[in-house]
Each structure stands twice: as structure tokens, then as C-alpha cells.
């Protein structure tokens, strides 16, 4: 069954230092999202990417998150300079369409010192 | 806040027994979702139920939506110690695409 996968699953990095979150979505889907979870916490929405652009973001989502698309594959969530408050897990997810069926990645956990 | 909140926060029972989760949410919404949430995992889409739907099953899962109350329920029928989990509401509004607002969720212990 194809599944949405996420690399790397743990990542612990100092303040300040940028991090790369990457994600393989399920390949014929369109529409693409990066969710995030503190730990006890609500899932919380990130950004959505479709067609090669964003087409919506949270507050969450300020200048120091980008994401990409670099090929017909990955899909990747960049923090450029990384606080101790983007300590989360985050969650790749995938959909053939919209609004419906979200897809989830395992997520990755980042842990920031 | 058009984010779902599901009670009760926690549910334990037996095996065997049913559990029904709760969803309340503030707005209009497109359609309503039920996620599960193992411990340290991703999230597992269970079944969604549309705005001009009132009631949707899918195997041992029963999900009522009543727009008027601006709520939802999730029934499990005969519940398994693998049904162990949190389980999370999410809505979806007409202008986005795709975006979900979750609740709290509900963690749910079934004992054998």
C-alpha cells in the first residue's frame, strides 16, 4: 500500500542552526501539507503546497520556514534558524484531492538544545 | 477557533465494550474527519463524513454528525486492546484546500 515517508524520523540540532525535514509523498497525489504536534499539544497546521506554490500557511508559518519541491518527489520543509519552541514533531501528509483523505507520514521528531 | 474538541480527554474500558468519543467545533464546516494516533506514530485517516451527511459507518466505526449542534460522535463497537490509541476530530472548511483543524483528542485504553 503506498505510504507517505518521512527521513529522518529523530533529529536533534542546536539553536539556531537550520534544519531540512523531508518528505516523500504517495506519488500520484497533488496536494501536499506539513502538520506539527508539541509534545501534548493539538496538531497543528503548517502549510499547504499545490501545483508548486503554497496556496495556504498558519501564523505558525513565519520567514523562518520555507518549504520546497525540489523534483517530482520530495517535498520538504526547511527552518532556517531553529528556536527551542520548534521542538515538535512534524507531519508530512498527502491527498489526491481536497478537502478529503488526508495521508500521514510516521512524522519526524525534532528535538531543539 | 474552528478547531474540534473532542471529549472526553480520556476513556479507558474493557475489552468488549463500546466507546464513544464526542467532537464539538464553532463554524460552518465542508466535512468533519476522524483521525487515530498510536503512541509516537503518524496519524491514520478512520472515516470522513460530509456536512450533508448525518451518520456514516465503516466496519466496526460509527461516526454521527448533527450540524445543527455543531457536533460529532464516534462510536466503537466492540472494542480491542488494539483500539488502544488517541483518536482526534478534524474539520475542513469550504474556502481552504485541505487544511485541518484539529481538537485536543481523546486517548482511549481498552484493558483486556
Known amino acids: 500500500e503506498p505510504e507517505v515517508t518521512q527521513t529522518p524520523s529523530h533529529q536533534v540540532t542546536q539553536m539556531g542552526q537550520e534544519v531540512i525535514l523531508r518528505c516523500v509523498p504517495i506519488s500520484n497525489h497533488l496536494y501536499f501539507y506539513w502538520y506539527r504536534q508539541i509534545l501534548g499539544q493539538k496538531v497543528e497546521f503548517l502549510v499547504s503546497f499545490y501545483n508548486n506554490e503554497i496556496s495556504e500557511k498558519s501564523e505558525i508559518f513565519d520567514d523562518q520556514f520555507s518549504v520546497e519541491r525540489p523534483d517530482g518527489s520530495n517535498f520538504t520543509l526547511k527552518i532556517r534558524s531553529t528556536k527551542l519552541e520548534d521542538s515538535a514533531m512534524y507531519f508530512c501528509?498527502?491527498?489526491?484531492?481536497?478537502?478529503?483523505?488526508?495521508?500521514f507520514g510516521e512524522g519526524s521528531r525534532l528535538t531543539v538544545l | 477557533s474552528q478547531q474540534g474538541e473532542e471529549d472526553p480527554q480520556a476513556l479507558s474500558i474493557q475489552e468488549g465494550e463500546n466507546a464513544t468519543m464526542n467532537c464539538s467545533y464553532k463554524?460552518?464546516?465542508?466535512?468533519l474527519q476522524w483521525y487515530r494516533q498510536n503512541s509516537g506514530r503518524g496519524l491514520v485517516h478512520l472515516i470522513l463524513i460530509r456536512s450533508n451527511e448525518r451518520e456514516k459507518h465503516s466496519g466496526r466505526l460509527r461516526v454521527t454528525l448533527d450540524t445543527s449542534k455543531k457536533s460529532s460522535s464516534l462510536l466503537i463497537t466492540a472494542s480491542r486492546a488494539a483500539d488502544t490509541a488517541s483518536y482526534f476530530c478534524a474539520t475542513t472548511r469550504g474556502s481552504t484546500l485541505g487544511r485541518l483543524y484539529f481538537g485536543r483528542g481523546t486517548q482511549l485504553t481498552v484493558w483486556p
Open positions: 463554524t460552518s464546516i465542508n466535512n
Open positions: 501528509a498527502s491527498s489526491s484531492l481536497t478537502p478529503g483523505e488526508l495521508f
